[in-house]
């Protein structure tokens, strides 16, 4: 034995005599990782967290959380003399005055951006291919929860610099929270301390944005990544995959390795970003003031769809009985959010009550294979897009020479247009998908190999497919509708009668499938 | 209710590729390659460090460098950030570079257990949760069980309750402007007063109250006061007659407060006459007293009456007859 390896056995002796962690440790340490490309979308969440954490509290430092008037006396020639908020003169002393302090701040603001971005792909990739189903329907809810915070953190954060930007999201969230009929008001007043934008939203939502949110972050993140852990994590169905096993690289010492350098890679991604490209130059906005404003005012791009549904509104409200209910600030800001991420965080069971299915999985859907649920994906993500395009109609505008009203109607049209076309499109291209995938085992792939045949006629060679890949193309589930007669089986009406024909209906949908290759026509092929 | 099957009979797993052995693994050269390669991450790496302590140290915070495509740039913050950019990305890369080519890579097989207890479990849980339960015996004790419910009730209360000096209550500072009869309008920024004659026609000027000299104006008056003035052929109007003896001599006055959400309306359009939000696109047609006719905003911008004083400057002949800025609850929109 070395000496280092003596001295690391008396530490390991130590621990171990007081807390026996050799057992558990020795079981994590053995731990097997899938290996894919998609896999990592979680890993950027989870490391741009940390460097929001990193560089927050760097920021902190330096930052005066306070709506207190102070005269700016700093570098930035263009604003001295300004009356101003001590949040906004803070900011841009860590911005000009604090070595790395604006490389700071770009890294605080890129890595949020990444932040929600990973976020939103790493719920799609879970989505599109089956990962929230039994036993994940917990960790699916825990992933809706993240996503929700990322909204309140990312408002709250760029909220605080007090530019005349951020203060103009400021306005338009007290007009929201203004609207919510019976207690709007009172919340709006006790929350800026008075009339908007009074003196204390500022130093609240610092100590939200800094301790409170992260706080409830951390915790959620904690228990997120260990029910990952506990679980074990899902992988895509392949030769020696089964629902019983994992197959994939151990924790140490590969999967420590590639994890750990995966994080500086994002780390070091995100500070080359915020080297050399600008975001959020606050000291061009100016100190907030209600009176002003600059055009092109756009919210960070997680929001853009929020805006682009109030933006698309139509102009309604009701006045009656001395009371005012701003409907086209309700469903836009609120109920049409509150609607999509209820919808969002029930989905698990919906699919589970829809297929009837309440087996465990652990080896994920390729998306073609459930095309209802992909259709639903596909048709999500184009209402936020299309909702996304409107919140930027402005931006459009300018840049492309377009009519602001044009874009507006495009997109009030297209809201309720686009999403069940592109349903009806993607259900129809994962058909057509599986029938290829059928083509390909059945004949096998195209060589581009022309032969000529005795009598003349020209034929293309076709390979047959490895019996790995084949296995990848006939290995999964075809699920069949539910069959649920409204008459059971002595002949009494069943009761739910409503309810069971909606099932049905669903279930049927959900199973519409090319039929798969069964091995008796494989045997049938490799007969002749 | 089982309901999904397999009916046709499942084609058969041809098991885990054979393990494909790396360069490395194979040829003693391809070896000591890849070490170097990941010797050479390290380096670059602690190039990366050096550059970001040399710009710390070295490169006055406020030298600006022009550089081609990305223009005038801080030197201390790209140094900074390139520095630290590589000292990163590089660790990583090393890293996984080193995992990829030389650290045993044979793919490893874990079992799966489901996740149900057994039924011995769950049932000596179930047992003891309900020994645990019957021992607090809740059922048979109905004084306490109204007490502790009460209790609770109450108990909630107080968090609430303490949250309530978080502000002042509404009243009625939403329904309520500076502005009272007689109130000049003067220039923002500028805080002068304003001849109606000096106004060309085309004109438009942003407004505020006057305030007593040297008193400050506070930021939660500036988010209602903000008036908007332009002045148009009085033939360009299409107004009501009351509407229209609350303009002067072709002088209009509306909130700069958007009806809608309370952003400054601050895009006016010459040759159309149209007031446009810059935030939801509301759009506001200045010859019809700021009638809505595009996006969001359900209400018009409110009309400030005018008049002018004996000297000829611009005042309000009366408050607003509404409130201004966004809906609320409270608000009467009658």
Same mark, same amino acid.
């Given at each position: 034995?070395?000496?280092?390896?003596?001295?690391?056995?008396?530490?390991?002796?130590?621990?171990?005599?007081?807390?026996?962690?050799?057992?558990?440790?020795?079981? #994590?340490?053995?731990?097997?990782?899938?290996?894919?490309?998609?896999?990592?979308?979680?890993?950027?969440?989870?490391?741009?967290?940390?460097?929001?954490?990193?560089?927050?509290?760097?920021?902190?430092?330096?930052?005066?959380?306070?709506?207190?008037?102070?005269?700016?006396?700093?570098?930035?020639?263009?604003?001295?003399?300004?009356?101003?908020?001590?949040?906004?003169?803070?900011?841009?002393?860590?911005?000009?005055?604090?070595?790395?302090?604006?490389?700071?701040?770009?890294?605080?603001?890129?890595?949020?951006?990444?932040?929600?971005?990973?976020?939103?792909?790493?719920?799609?990739?879970?989505?599109?291919?089956?990962?929230?189903?039994?036993?994940?329907?917990?960790?699916?809810? $825990?992933?809706?929860?993240?996503?929700?915070?990322?909204?309140?953190?990312?408002?709250?954060?760029?909220?605080?610099?007090?530019?005349?930007?951020?203060?103009?999201?400021?306005?338009?969230?007290?007009?929201?929270?203004?609207?919510?009929?019976?207690?709007?008001?009172?919340?709006?007043?006790?929350?800026?301390?008075?009339?908007?934008?009074?003196?204390?939203?500022?130093?609240?939502?610092?100590?939200?944005?800094?301790?409170?949110?992260?706080?409830?972050?951390?915790?959620?993140?904690?228990?997120?990544?260990?029910?990952?852990?506990?679980?074990?994590?899902?992988?895509?169905?392949?030769?020696?995959?089964?629902?019983?096993?994992?197959?994939?690289?151990?924790?140490?010492?590969?999967?420590?390795?590639?994890?750990?350098?995966?994080?500086?890679?994002?780390?070091?991604?995100?500070?080359?970003?915020?080297?050399?490209?600008?975001?959020?130059?606050?000291?061009?906005?100016?100190?907030?003031?209600?009176?002003?404003?600059?055009?092109?005012?756009?919210?960070?791009?997680?929001?853009?769809?929020?805006?682009?549904?109030?933006?698309?509104?139509?102009?309604?409200?009701?006045?009656?009985?001395?009371?005012?209910?701003?409907?086209?600030? $309700?469903?836009?800001?609120?109920?049409?959010?509150?609607?999509?991420?209820?919808?969002?965080?029930?989905?698990?069971?919906?699919?589970?009550?829809?297929?009837?299915?309440?087996?465990?999985?652990?080896?994920? +859907?390729?998306?073609?294979?459930?095309?209802?649920?992909?259709?639903?994906?596909?048709?999500?993500?184009?209402?936020?897009?299309?909702?996304?395009?409107?919140?930027?109609?402005?931006?459009?505008?300018?840049?492309?020479?377009?009519?602001?009203?044009?874009?507006?109607?495009?997109?009030?049209?297209?809201?309720?247009?686009?999403?069940?076309?592109?349903?009806?499109?993607?259900?129809?291209?994962?058909?057509?998908?599986?029938?290829?995938?059928?083509?390909?085992?059945?004949?096998?792939?195209?060589?581009?190999?022309?032969?000529?045949?005795?009598?003349?006629?020209?034929?293309?060679?076709?390979?047959?497919?490895?019996?790995?890949?084949?296995?990848?193309?006939?290995?999964?589930?075809?699920?069949?509708? =539910?069959?649920?007669?409204?008459?059971? #089986?002595?002949?009494?009406?069943?009761?739910?009668?409503?309810?069971?024909?909606?099932?049905?209906?669903?279930?049927?949908?959900?199973?519409?499938?090319?039929?798969?290759?069964?091995?008796?026509?494989?045997?049938?092929?490799?007969?002749? | 209710?089982?309901?999904?099957?397999?009916?046709?009979?499942?084609?058969?797993?041809?098991?885990?590729?054979?393990?494909?052995?790396?360069?490395? +693994?194979?040829?003693?050269?391809?070896?000591?390659?890849?070490?170097?390669?990941?010797?050479? =991450?390290?380096?670059?790496?602690?190039?990366?460090?050096?550059?970001?302590?040399?710009?710390?140290?070295?490169?006055?915070?406020?030298?600006?460098?022009?550089?081609?495509?990305?223009?005038?740039?801080?030197?201390?913050?790209?140094?900074?950030?390139?520095?630290?950019?590589?000292?990163?990305?590089?660790?990583?890369?090393?890293?996984?570079?080193?995992?990829?080519?030389?650290?045993?890579?044979?793919?490893?097989?874990?079992?799966?257990?489901?996740?149900?207890?057994?039924?011995?479990?769950?049932?000596?849980?179930?047992?003891?949760?309900?020994?645990?339960?019957?021992?607090?015996?809740?059922?048979?004790?109905?004084?306490?069980?109204?007490?502790?419910?009460?209790?609770?009730?109450?108990?909630?209360?107080?968090?609430?309750?303490?949250?309530?000096?978080?502000?002042?209550?509404?009243?009625?500072?939403?329904?309520?402007?500076?502005?009272?009869?007689?109130?000049?309008?003067?220039?923002?920024?500028?805080?002068?007063?304003?001849?109606?004659? +000096?106004?060309?026609?085309?004109?438009?000027?942003?407004?505020?109250?006057?305030?007593?000299?040297?008193?400050?104006?506070?930021?939660?008056?500036?988010?209602?006061?903000?008036?908007?003035?332009?002045?148009?052929?009085?033939?360009?109007?299409?107004?009501?007659?009351?509407?229209?003896?609350?303009?002067?001599?072709?002088?209009?006055?509306?909130?700069?407060?958007?009806?809608?959400?309370?952003?400054?309306?601050?895009?006016?359009?010459?040759?159309?006459?149209?007031?446009?939000?810059?935030?939801?696109?509301?759009?506001? +047609?200045?010859?019809?007293?700021?009638?809505?006719?595009?996006?969001?905003?359900?209400?018009?911008?409110?009309?400030?009456?005018?008049?002018?004083?004996?000297?000829?400057? $611009?005042?309000?002949?009366?408050?607003?007859?509404?409130?201004?800025?966004?809906?609320?609850?409270?608000?009467?929109?009658?």
């Amino acid at each position: 034995m070395t000496t280092a390896e003596k001295r690391i056995g008396a530490v390991a002796n130590y621990v171990d005599e007081r807390i026996g962690a050799a057992g558990w440790v020795k079981k #994590s340490l053995n731990k097997v990782f899938p290996d894919h490309w998609s896999f990592m979308l979680g890993e950027v969440c989870m490391y741009s967290f940390i460097i929001l954490l990193l560089s927050g509290t760097f920021l902190t430092l330096w930052f005066d959380p306070s709506q207190r008037d102070v005269i700016y006396e700093g570098v930035y020639a263009p604003l001295k003399g300004l009356k101003m908020s001590a949040a906004y003169a803070s900011t841009l002393d860590i911005s000009f005055e604090v070595r790395g302090g604006l490389l700071m701040r770009q890294i605080h603001h890129w890595a949020a951006n990444i932040f929600m971005a990973a976020i939103v792909a790493h719920l799609l990739r879970v989505f599109f291919t089956g990962a929230f189903r039994k036993p994940r329907e917990f960790n699916w809810i $825990l992933g809706i929860i993240l996503l929700t915070l990322g909204f309140v953190e990312g408002l709250f954060g760029y909220s605080l610099p007090d530019d005349l930007l951020s203060g103009t999201g400021l306005r338009i969230t007290s007009a929201i929270i203004q609207a919510i009929p019976l207690v709007g008001t009172y919340i709006s007043f006790f929350l800026f301390g008075g009339a908007f934008p009074g003196t204390g939203f500022i130093p609240r939502i610092f100590t939200l944005h800094v301790l409170l949110i992260p706080g409830a972050f951390l915790a959620v993140i904690t228990i997120h990544v260990m029910l990952v852990w506990y679980q074990k994590h899902t992988q895509f169905p392949g030769p020696g995959k089964t629902e019983k096993n994992v197959v994939g690289h151990p924790i140490l010492p590969v999967y420590m390795a590639k994890a750990g350098g995966f994080f500086f890679i994002v780390f070091g991604v995100i500070a080359f970003l915020s080297a050399v490209a600008s975001i959020n130059p606050i000291w061009l906005y100016g100190p907030y003031t209600p009176g002003q404003i600059s055009a092109g005012s756009q919210p960070d791009w997680y929001m853009g769809w929020l805006d682009g549904l109030v933006r698309m509104a139509p102009p309604l409200e009701t006045h009656a009985l001395g009371h005012t209910i701003s409907w086209n600030i $309700l469903i836009p800001a609120l109920i049409v959010p509150g609607i999509v991420f209820t919808g969002m965080a029930l989905y698990p069971f919906i699919e589970s009550w829809i297929t009837g299915d309440k087996r465990e999985h652990h080896l994920l +859907d390729r998306p073609r294979n459930v095309p209802n649920r992909t259709a639903l994906g596909v048709m999500s993500v184009t209402f936020v897009m299309v909702a996304l395009i409107n919140g930027g109609n402005d931006i459009f505008a300018t840049n492309f020479d377009l009519s602001i009203n044009e874009i507006m109607w495009f997109s009030r049209i297209s809201i309720f247009l686009l999403p069940p076309l592109s349903f009806v499109i993607t259900k129809r291209l994962c058909l057509s998908l599986q029938r290829a995938d059928r083509e390909l085992v059945l004949h096998g792939k195209e060589t581009g190999r022309l032969v000529r045949m005795p009598n003349g006629e020209f034929v293309e060679v076709h390979e047959p497919i490895s019996a790995q890949k084949r296995w990848i193309l006939t290995s999964h589930e075809q699920p069949q509708a =539910l069959e649920l007669p409204d008459i059971d #089986s002595r002949g009494v009406k069943r009761p739910g009668g409503v309810k069971n024909k909606i099932r049905a209906r669903l279930s049927k949908a959900h199973a519409v499938a090319v039929p798969k290759v069964s091995a008796q026509e494989l045997k049938e092929i490799e007969g002749h | 209710m089982s309901t999904v099957s397999n009916e046709i009979e499942a084609t058969e797993d041809p098991g885990t590729a054979p393990h494909v052995l790396r360069a490395a +693994d194979l040829n003693p050269r391809s070896e000591k390659r890849a070490e170097q390669q990941v010797a050479i =991450l390290f380096v670059l790496s602690g190039i990366g460090s050096l550059l970001l302590i040399y710009s710390y140290v070295f490169i006055d915070k406020n030298l600006f460098i022009f550089i081609p495509v990305m223009g005038n740039q801080n030197a201390s913050q790209l140094g900074l950030g390139l520095g630290m950019a590589m000292s990163l990305f590089f660790l990583g890369m090393a890293a996984i570079h080193w995992a990829k080519t030389l650290m045993p890579e044979t793919e490893v097989i874990n079992h799966r257990h489901e996740f149900r207890s057994s039924n011995e479990d769950r049932e000596e849980f179930v047992a003891t949760v309900k020994g645990g339960v019957a021992g607090v015996q809740l059922g048979r004790r109905k004084l306490i069980k109204g007490s502790l419910a009460g209790a609770m009730g109450l108990f909630a209360l107080p968090p609430v309750l303490l949250l309530r000096d978080l502000g002042p209550l509404p009243k009625k500072q939403l329904e309520t402007t500076s502005w009272k009869a007689g109130t000049r309008l003067v220039t923002d920024p500028g805080n002068r007063p304003i001849l109606a004659s +000096d106004l060309e026609v085309g004109a438009v000027v942003q407004t505020l109250p006057a305030v007593a000299e040297g008193s400050e104006r506070l930021l939660s008056d500036i988010a209602k006061d903000p008036v908007l003035l332009i002045r148009l052929r009085p033939e360009d109007f299409q107004l009501t007659p009351e509407k229209l003896a609350m303009t002067h001599e072709g002088i209009i006055a509306f909130s700069k407060i958007c009806s809608h959400m309370g952003c400054a309306v601050a895009l006016y359009e010459q040759q159309t006459k149209h007031l446009l939000c810059p935030c939801h696109q509301s759009t506001f +047609d200045v010859t019809r007293g700021a009638k809505v006719i595009f996006g969001p905003a359900a209400r018009p911008l409110p009309q400030l009456d005018i008049t002018v004083d004996n000297e000829g400057y $611009l005042i309000a002949r009366a408050p607003f007859s509404e409130p201004v800025g966004p809906s609320f609850w409270e608000r009467n929109s009658q």
